[in-house]
């Protein structure tokens, strides 16, 4: 039952309401298929442009059987969703898109980071971290610096926190407030890239290539597509990109963080079984974006195109820039390459994603240098 086509008519239920939740709904309008979004608060970005905004609270389990009630098929626009939404789901025959078991491994570091190492993957050194004693070990196995990081809920930079100095590891084990932590080694890398991809009920594979990401405080600032690496690099990110998917058993869309070491050699830092940040770019470089990709895969349709049309950048709008009241768009919009997107969200706070701007031309480089002048533009009207 579950592997038969969704078609155009049906509505597509999303556990999660922020702005991945939207553009998966702007995409799949379009194509005549309704969108449900499950919110815990009502007017969120995905509520503002989807058919149907259901309000509840995730452990409100008779909420959500209510909601799933409604939908033809579930997905997620977020990985931080308690996977007893899944069972519901499935007790209420409802296909789960990815599986539950998808989700309970990528919201937790620690799963996350045992399962890609039992699978063979490379990843980034770690040391389980749940009391204080831990960190003796972390020291002597991974030595200093390492990252201490939240095992769950951890996203941006949020929960975790770089340990240098022994002196400061009692104060890192505090910033934990008594969760389950994981030790990560510093990784003196050259770039980090992600590859979006995704896998579609027949097994089909289709991917966008690898894109190149410049953080900033933690944050992601500035993607790049195609990224700065050799084809031997982009060649192995993709292949370890597709064994994810498939040893997972993923059906939609997953993106794969990479650290690119000096040596070309690749780590993967983590997993995120849905659209990425990084792959917004995909909306106008592709003539099928990420999110009608995880509309496709879910619905159990062919996968589309993911050919890239001309390379692109996309630099994110922090809440910082609204310092000053709503930015002057004006100078983005004068560029006939450069495309805008705000997210709709109510309050702009510090380090808050609000939005992206996205520039395409034919030189990567040309249009690394218009999106940062863009972007340096906007930072001074808002300082």
Same mark, same amino acid.
């Given at each position: 039952?579950?592997?038969?086509?969704?078609?155009?008519?049906?509505? $597509?239920?999303?556990?999660?309401?922020?702005?991945?939740?939207?553009?998966?709904?702007?995409?799949?309008?379009?194509?005549?298929?309704? =969108? #449900?979004?499950?919110?815990?608060?009502?007017?969120?970005? #995905?509520?503002?442009?989807?058919?149907?905004? %259901?309000?509840?609270?995730?452990?409100?389990?008779?909420?959500?059987?209510?909601?799933?009630?409604?939908?033809?098929?579930?997905?997620?626009? /977020?990985?931080?969703?308690?996977?007893?939404?899944?069972?519901?789901?499935?007790?209420?025959?409802?296909?789960?898109?990815?599986?539950?078991?998808?989700?309970? %491994?990528?919201?937790?570091?620690?799963?996350?980071?045992?399962?890609?190492?039992?699978?063979?993957?490379?990843?980034?050194? /770690?040391?389980?971290?749940?009391?204080?004693?831990?960190?003796?070990?972390?020291?002597?196995?991974?030595?200093?610096? /390492? $990252?201490?990081?939240?095992?769950?809920?951890?996203?941006?930079?949020?929960?975790?926190?770089?340990?240098?100095?022994?002196?400061?590891?009692?104060?890192?084990?505090?910033?934990?407030?008594?969760?389950?932590?994981?030790?990560?080694?510093?990784?003196?890398?050259?770039?980090?890239?992600?590859?979006?991809?995704?896998?579609?009920?027949?097994?089909?594979?289709?991917?966008?290539?690898?894109?190149?990401?410049?953080?900033?405080?933690?944050?992601?600032?500035?993607?790049?597509?195609?990224?700065? =690496?050799?084809?031997?690099?982009?060649?192995?990110?993709?292949?370890?990109?597709?064994?994810?998917?498939?040893?997972?058993?993923?059906?939609?869309?997953?993106?794969?963080?990479? /650290?690119?070491?000096?040596?070309?050699?690749?780590? $993967?830092?983590?997993?995120?079984?849905? !659209?990425?940040?990084?792959?917004?770019?995909?909306?106008?470089?592709?003539?099928?974006?990420?999110?009608?990709?995880?509309?496709?895969?879910?619905?159990?349709?062919?996968?589309?195109?993911?050919?890239?049309?001309?390379?692109?950048?996309?630099?994110?709008?922090?809440?910082?820039?609204?310092?000053?009241?709503?930015?002057?768009?004006?100078?983005?919009?004068?560029? !006939?390459?450069?495309?805008?997107?705000?997210?709709?969200?109510?309050?702009?706070?510090?380090?808050?994603?609000?939005?992206?701007?996205?520039?395409?031309?034919?030189?990567?480089?040309?249009?690394?240098?218009?999106?940062?002048?863009?972007?340096?533009?906007?930072?001074?009207?808002?300082?």
């Amino acid at each position: 039952m579950h592997d038969k086509l969704i078609l155009p008519g049906a509505t $597509i239920g999303v556990f999660g309401s922020g702005q991945l939740g939207r553009m998966l709904a702007l995409a799949a309008r379009p194509m005549g298929y309704q =969108v #449900a979004t499950y919110s815990t608060a009502p007017n969120s970005p #995905a509520g503002q442009v989807a058919d149907l905004e %259901i309000v509840g609270n995730y452990d409100d389990l008779e909420r959500v059987t209510e909601f799933v009630q409604q939908v033809d098929v579930v997905t997620f626009e /977020f990985e931080n969703v308690p996977s007893q939404i899944a069972e519901v789901a499935q007790a209420a025959g409802i296909p789960v898109r990815p599986s539950g078991r998808v989700l309970h %491994i990528a919201q937790n570091r620690l799963r996350e980071k045992i399962c890609l190492v039992d699978a063979g993957f490379p990843v980034t050194p /770690f040391v389980a971290v749940k009391n204080h004693e831990d960190l003796s070990d972390a020291v002597q196995q991974l030595g200093l610096p /390492f $990252i201490l990081k939240t095992a769950a809920f951890g996203y941006d930079g949020k929960g975790q926190v770089r340990v240098n100095h022994l002196n400061e590891v009692d104060d890192a084990w505090l910033a934990m407030k008594g969760a389950e932590a994981v030790a990560e080694a510093f990784i003196d890398y050259e770039r980090e890239v992600s590859v979006v991809a995704a896998r579609g009920i027949d097994g089909g594979f289709a991917h966008y290539g690898v894109i190149e990401n410049l953080h900033r405080n933690h944050i992601l600032d500035v993607s790049i597509a195609p990224a700065r =690496v050799d084809d031997r690099c982009a060649k192995e990110a993709v292949d370890f990109a597709q064994q994810v998917l498939v040893y997972l058993n993923v059906v939609g869309v997953l993106c794969i963080e990479f /650290f690119v070491q000096r040596d070309g050699a690749l780590l $993967i830092n983590e997993i995120a079984p849905r !659209p990425h940040n990084s792959g917004h770019l995909t909306i106008e470089s592709t003539s099928c974006s990420q999110f009608e990709q995880q509309l496709r895969a879910v619905c159990g349709l062919v996968l589309g195109s993911t050919d890239l049309l001309r390379p692109a950048v996309m630099i994110n709008l922090l809440g910082d820039l609204w310092g000053n009241g709503e930015p002057d768009w004006s100078h983005l919009l004068t560029q !006939p390459d450069c495309h805008l997107h705000l997210y709709g969200k109510a309050e702009a706070r510090p380090g808050r994603k609000m939005g992206h701007f996205t520039v395409l031309g034919e030189n990567r480089g040309e249009i690394l240098r218009i999106g940062e002048r863009l972007q340096g533009g906007l930072l001074e009207y808002s300082s």
